[in-house]
């Protein structure tokens, strides 16, 4: 049988496998795996009971002024921790400093950051393999070798320092796990944290400090011992029937009757959201993947894929103190759902003795210049379909039981030693792609290393606009059944990168694993080898301390 097809015979014995208590649910062609926990009803947390919590900010552990400018060092270490999830029991995870989800690390823009990344895991529980490691700093224009090229591995008992040039307009980008074959379970265990990017035109506009609040939503399934349960085996997906805000199982956040920025990042391996309000209230959504948006849009609701960002306010002001609201999931179609699925958080509202709040929600942002405009780039919501240059079609889809981009897997990539590449538009190039998924059963998040893109359409034949949540600069397109997006991006590469080698893939893990990934080069694809430039080396020595900055309360 073709690897990753499925037959009715294997769909019987994944479920025989569950236990019972997993469904495998046919789909296109393929099948994903949902899984409910097996823990015993002590054990099983309740929504809103817990309350939420912040994971740290990292604090640098060296910072300066150099002959290249400002910087900033952090020091990550990929290990084993115990976290306190489910009641009564703990459950092993694998995070950046033992922590899930791994600390915020917040850099200005214009200052450069080396990140210092040690592996000190070793086998990796949940699929018996060796831990090996790479880090993707999602969103960031960095060179190929710091990009977390998926073959660029990072062993156990090696270190890789990444160097991130973080010119960009302020955005919430996220870190997390790329190691080809790999990526979902290590990122399922816990390989994922927020990395935020500031500057002084989304301070100026937005709410910050206690009011500007990361929100990582993930989904998860436990063995009756609290130990992670997870399932990849059909190569088509995975869904748990735990959804975790932050690491915490549907908490309790208390609120005062302000205007609160929420950073919302799913890091689910396959499962996507459509969040709303219980009281119908609108979000304002004020950005996307690539920072702000140039016009402020309310909604109802709006979904999210894997590995998408979208910044919204919330204003509690209407609010009496004591009142709770929910935020609820309507899911999307190609999603299996279960009892509690359908909730995500709760907010309380609590009283303030303090000044009243007096923020005017904007109805537009202004990101500042633009960075590299002397070089010809330009602001990518501004660009217009005549500025290209190309139209290229990328087309995801499962084919002779792969999971195929025009195609072709990353085994084709792997075979032609790293040369086969989609397209290779030099630096500043201006194109359309139009992301097509023609596949009926399944949605796919397609995601673009380096550049940010503009949506121009969806399902351009029938003029069919963008979403209004969608109108910002991105980086990840959701294609649902039949979907196509078209995007127009350029190539902007920043000062000193010229170019080399980037992925393109579904940020499905299972699908990038299962081998639906590919690359495109900008300019000379000789330059910096993405997995020999500046490889992984051994380290032998103690870890070394980190330091986290003052926390806020608990719940808050």
Same mark, same amino acid.
């Given at each position: 049988?073709? @690897?990753?097809?499925?037959?009715?015979?294997?769909?019987? =014995?994944?479920?025989?496998?569950?236990?019972?208590?997993?469904?495998?649910?046919?789909?296109?062609?393929?099948?994903?795996?949902?899984?409910?926990?097996?823990?015993?009803?002590?054990?099983?947390?309740?929504?809103?009971?817990?309350?939420?919590?912040?994971?740290?900010?990292?604090?640098?552990?060296?910072?300066?002024?150099?002959?290249?400018?400002?910087?900033?060092?952090?020091?990550?270490?990929?290990?084993?921790?115990?976290?306190?999830?489910?009641?009564?029991?703990?459950?092993?995870?694998?995070?950046?400093?033992?922590?899930?989800?791994?600390?915020?690390?917040?850099?200005?823009?214009?200052?450069?950051?080396?990140?210092?990344?040690?592996?000190?895991?070793?086998?990796?529980?949940?699929?018996?393999?060796?831990?090996?490691?790479?880090?993707?700093?999602?969103?960031?224009?960095?060179?190929?070798?710091?990009?977390?090229?998926?073959?660029? *591995?990072?062993?156990?008992?090696?270190?890789?320092?990444?160097?991130?040039?973080?010119?960009?307009?302020?955005?919430?980008?996220?870190?997390?796990?790329?190691?080809?074959?790999?990526?979902?379970?290590?990122? #399922?265990?816990?390989?994922?944290?927020?990395?935020?990017?500031?500057?002084?035109?989304?301070?100026?506009?937005?709410?910050?400090?206690?009011?500007?609040?990361?929100?990582?939503?993930?989904?998860?399934?436990? /063995?009756?011992?609290?130990?992670?349960?997870?399932?990849?085996?059909?190569?088509?997906?995975?869904?748990?029937?735990?959804?975790?805000?932050?690491?915490?199982?549907?908490?309790?956040?208390?609120?005062?009757?302000?205007?609160?920025?929420?950073?919302?990042?799913?890091?689910?391996?396959?499962?996507?959201?459509?969040?709303?309000?219980?009281?119908?209230?609108?979000?304002?959504?004020?950005?996307?993947?690539?920072?702000?948006?140039? !016009?402020?849009?309310?909604?109802?609701?709006?979904?999210?894929?894997?590995?998408? @960002? #979208?910044?919204?306010? +919330?204003?509690?002001? !209407?609010?009496?103190?004591?009142? /709770? +609201?929910?935020?609820?999931?309507?899911?999307?179609?190609?999603?299996?759902?279960?009892?509690?699925?359908?909730?995500?958080?709760?907010?309380?509202?609590?009283?303030?003795?303090?000044?009243?709040?007096?923020?005017?929600?904007?109805?537009?942002?202004?990101?500042?210049?633009?960075?590299?405009?002397?070089?010809?780039?330009?602001?990518?919501? /501004?660009? !217009?379909?005549?500025?290209?240059?190309?139209?290229?079609?990328?087309?995801?889809?499962?084919?002779?039981?792969?999971?195929?981009?025009?195609?072709?897997?990353?085994?084709?990539?792997? =075979?032609?030693?790293?040369?086969?590449?989609?397209?290779?538009?030099?630096?500043?190039?201006?194109? +359309?792609?139009?992301?097509?998924?023609?596949?009926?059963?399944?949605?796919?998040?397609?995601?673009?290393?380096?550049?940010?893109?503009?949506?121009?359409?969806?399902?351009?034949?029938?003029?069919? !606009?963008? $979403?209004?949540?969608?109108?910002?600069? /991105?980086?990840?397109? $959701?294609?649902?059944?039949?979907?196509?997006?078209?995007?127009?991006?350029?190539?902007?590469?920043?000062?000193?990168?010229?170019?080399?080698? $980037?992925?393109?893939?579904?940020?499905?893990?299972? *699908?990038?694993?299962?081998?639906?990934?590919?690359?495109?080069?900008?300019?000379?694809?000789?330059?910096?080898?993405?997995?020999?430039?500046?490889?992984?080396?051994?380290?032998?020595?103690?870890?070394?301390?980190?330091?986290?900055?003052?926390?806020?309360?608990?719940?808050?």
């Amino acid at each position: 049988m073709t @690897r990753g097809s499925l037959s009715r015979r294997d769909v019987l =014995k994944g479920a025989i496998a569950l236990g019972g208590g997993g469904l495998v649910i046919a789909a296109g062609g393929g099948a994903v795996v949902a899984q409910s926990s097996r823990l015993a009803s002590k054990n099983t947390p309740a929504p809103y009971t817990s309350m939420f919590r912040r994971p740290p900010v990292l604090m640098p552990y060296e910072e300066g002024v150099d002959d290249q400018g400002p910087f900033q060092r952090y020091r990550l270490t990929q290990k084993a921790g115990q976290a306190s999830i489910v009641p009564g029991l703990t459950t092993t995870i694998a995070g950046y400093n033992g922590i899930f989800p791994g600390p915020t690390i917040r850099v200005p823009r214009g200052t450069r950051s080396e990140v210092r990344i040690k592996n000190s895991l070793t086998l990796n529980r949940i699929n018996g393999q060796p831990f090996s490691t790479v880090t993707h700093l999602h969103g960031s224009a960095s060179l190929p070798q710091y990009d977390g090229y998926a073959n660029d *591995h990072t062993h156990p008992g090696e270190c890789k320092t990444y160097r991130y040039p973080n010119w960009q307009p302020a955005r919430t980008l996220w870190y997390h796990d790329h190691n080809h074959r790999t990526t979902a379970a290590n990122a #399922y265990a816990g390989l994922a944290g927020q990395y935020h990017l500031t500057d002084g035109y989304e301070a100026a506009q937005l709410p910050q400090g206690q009011y500007d609040v990361p929100i990582v939503v993930s989904d998860i399934a436990f /063995k009756a011992d609290g130990s992670v349960a997870f399932d990849d085996e059909d190569h088509a997906g995975f869904m748990g029937d735990v959804i975790l805000v932050n690491g915490v199982p549907w908490p309790k956040m208390r609120v005062r009757p302000r205007v609160y920025r929420f950073r919302f990042l799913v890091s689910s391996i396959s499962r996507s959201y459509r969040f709303k309000l219980s009281t119908g209230d609108p979000f304002h959504v004020v950005a996307t993947d690539g920072g702000m948006v140039p !016009k402020v849009a309310a909604v109802e609701s709006f979904r999210q894929a894997p590995a998408e @960002r #979208y910044e919204v306010l +919330i204003d509690f002001r !209407k609010y009496r103190a004591g009142q /709770k +609201i929910e935020l609820r999931n309507l899911s999307n179609k190609n999603n299996e759902d279960f009892r509690n699925t359908d909730k995500v958080m709760q907010f309380e509202v609590v009283a303030d003795s303090g000044t009243p709040d007096t923020y005017v929600i904007p109805s537009t942002l202004d990101t500042g210049p633009v960075p590299w405009a002397n070089r010809g780039a330009l602001d990518v919501m /501004k660009l !217009k379909p005549e500025m290209a240059t190309a139209r290229r079609t990328v087309r995801v889809e499962r084919k002779h039981g792969l999971w195929t981009v025009n195609g072709e897997t990353w085994d084709d990539v792997e =075979k032609s030693d790293f040369t086969r590449v989609l397209g290779n538009p030099k630096p500043y190039d201006i194109e +359309i792609w139009d992301l097509v998924n023609e596949s009926g059963g399944w949605f796919h998040p397609v995601h673009v290393h380096l550049v940010d893109g503009r949506l121009l359409s969806r399902n351009n034949t029938a003029g069919r !606009k963008p $979403y209004a949540w969608e109108n910002g600069p /991105k980086d990840v397109f $959701y294609l649902g059944e039949n979907e196509t997006a078209s995007v127009l991006m350029q190539f902007t590469t920043g000062d000193g990168n010229d170019g080399g080698r $980037y992925m393109l893939h579904c940020h499905n893990l299972v *699908h990038e694993d299962s081998d639906m990934m590919i690359q495109f080069a900008v300019g000379d694809m000789a330059n910096n080898d993405p997995i020999h430039a500046d490889p992984a080396y051994p380290d032998a020595s103690a870890e070394l301390p980190v330091t986290y900055a003052p926390s806020y309360p608990l719940g808050s």
